[in-house]
């Protein structure tokens, strides 16, 4: 990789995590409103891998030259301390009151969903690489 990409374009690189993250947003309301005709227990798992991926862009957005598997490695720590926060009455408390809260927080832990996140880290990792390296200048 060469020092153009690292000198960075954070406008352009913000640009993308945006959209990103809105087609993220976008893929994860129609999944979770059987839009696309994913089976049930696909859907369930496909929003928990989404939910990681959504925030490895929002990472981008926030530090747009941060690296990669960083950025994946923080989504993916974010949404395991998340999954973890259930296991207290917390959670559960707010998601009842507030639908943002449930969005964002969940309800109950559910020890399947950690190997979802980390899916979804890979996922966005993968992305987020060969995208970067399919900008770099040569």
Known sequence: MNDTWRSGEPLRTRLLA????????????GVR????????AVEKYAGDAL????????VVLAAPRV?????AGVALATSW???FSQLSPVPGELSA?????????????????LFWYLVGALV???????????LTPR
């Open 124 to 134: 966005a990792w993968l992305a987020h690489t060969s995208l970067r390296d399919g």
């Open 97 to 113: 009151r507030s639908t943002l809260a449930r969005l964002i927080l969940g309800s109950t832990f559910n020890a399947p969903d």
């Open 33 to 40: 409103a059987g839009a696309t005709g994913v089976p049930g």
């Open 81 to 83: 301390a998340v999954e």
């Open 18 to 29: 945006a959209g990103a993250a809105a087609l993220t947003v976008a893929v994860a309301l």
């Open 51 to 58: 939910y990681t991926v959504l925030l490895h862009t929002l």
């Open 67 to 71: 690296k990669p598997l960083v950025a």
